[in-house]
């Protein structure tokens, strides 16, 4: 890597896609799965993948996922200060 490149960790084969919801796919997904943003697992904001997608904090972004057994699982997380 060149001095003073910065390295794209969304780019990398190991780091899944993430996305940022919008605010009604994220009513959505919090209504289904337990209805409170608050439930979610969080990732903060300090994350290279959340700077990089200038996520903030009360976001909720998806993560997709290989799997072996059902092609693609997905997550989700509440994005934090940190």
Partial sequence: MAKGKVFD???HRLVPKHEILSEAEAK???EKYGGSVSLFPYIKDSDPVCKELEAKAGDLMKI???SRTSRKSYYYRLVIEG
Avoid: E, G, P
Wanted: glycine residues 0%.
């Fill in 64 to 66: 997709t996922r290989d």
């Fill in 28 to 30: 959505s997904v919090v």
């Fill in 9 to 11: 960790s969304m780019i």
